[in-house]
């Protein structure tokens, strides 16, 4: 398994191990290589199984995300929920 890259997790400290800073992710069902991740700086894509993310946060208001789901259309969408009660929605190209 890759190790997760700090550029979507960020440095780990005495409290928080790395590890534990995830708190939702879907594959897309249509390439099971590209993977969607939530953790409190928003939403990431990695088109390589997870070696390498890119944030895909234009639009959100409030980067803390309470639900992450994918489509199974095509073209694929990932929606994500807001804490403070918006909804978000990335069009996979």
Same mark, same amino acid.
């Given at each position: 398994?890759?190790?997760?890259?700090?550029?979507?997790?960020?440095?780990?400290?005495?409290?928080?191990?790395?590890?534990?800073? &995830?708190?939702? *992710?879907?594959?897309?069902?249509? @390439?099971?290589?590209?993977? %969607? #991740?939530?953790?409190?700086? $928003?939403? =990431?894509?990695?088109?390589?199984?997870?070696?390498?993310?890119?944030?895909?946060?234009?639009?959100?208001?409030?980067?803390? &995300?309470?639900? *992450?789901?994918?489509?199974?259309? @095509?073209?694929?969408?990932? %929606? #994500?929920?807001?804490?403070? $009660?918006? =909804?978000?929605?990335?069009?996979?190209?």
């Amino acid at each position: 398994m890759a190790r997760l890259s700090a550029d979507i997790f960020g440095a780990p400290t005495d409290d928080i191990p790395e590890t534990l800073m &995830i708190t939702h *992710l879907a594959i897309n069902p249509v @390439n099971s290589s590209i993977i %969607y #991740a939530a953790n409190t700086k $928003g939403v =990431f894509r990695s088109a390589d199984a997870g070696e390498t993310w890119t944030q895909i946060n234009e639009g959100l208001t409030s980067t803390i &995300i309470k639900n *992450l789901t994918s489509s199974n259309t @095509n073209p694929v969408k990932v %929606y #994500a929920s807001t804490f403070d $009660g918006k =909804f978000y929605v990335y069009t996979e190209n």
